[in-house]
Nanobody
Framework: QVQLVESGGGSVQAGGSLTLSCVGSGDTWSMFCMGWFRQAPGKERVGVAMVSEENSVTHYHDSVKGRFTISRDDAANTIGLRMNNLTPEDSGVYYC????????????????WGQGTQVTVSL
């Protein structure tokens, strides 16, 4: 069982930056693939970034490549998402997620979810 709590959302103007954090519980944290998903109003939840166990592999949605950076600190049971050069299209609720494999996580196959944190980017 993994429980996830996100923080760091907020409102920012286009071109600005935000950093999201997710703190997890569970003694098998380091064995999970971790990621961030975004859900905009009226749209489905989509994967934004993920990082495999032991930080060996990262993967990003094409729309955020070069702007977002995911990180994990297994000693602190946390993952982060640094978001630079934000655009209004980046707005939505961001969810932290965990799944034993990255393939399953990216497909959104019933991972553990956090409660979400709102990100709003205005022009």
């Amino acid at each position: 069982q993994v429980q996830l709590v996100e923080s760091g959302g907020g409102s920012v103007q286009a071109g600005g930056s935000l950093t999201l954090s997710c703190v997890g519980s569970g003694d098998t944290w380091s064995m999970f693939c971790m990621g961030w998903f975004r859900q905009a109003p009226g749209k489905e939840r989509v994967g934004v970034a993920m990082v495999s166990e032991e930080n060996s592999v990262t993967h990003y949605h094409d729309s955020v490549k070069g702007r977002f950076t995911i990180s994990r600190d297994d000693a602190a049971n946390t993952i982060g998402l640094r978001m630079n050069n934000l655009t209004p299209e980046d707005s939505g609720v961001y969810y932290c997620a965990a799944k034993p494999t990255c393939t399953e996580l990216w497909a959104g196959r019933s991972p553990y979810w956090g409660q979400g944190t709102q990100v709003t980017v205005s022009l």
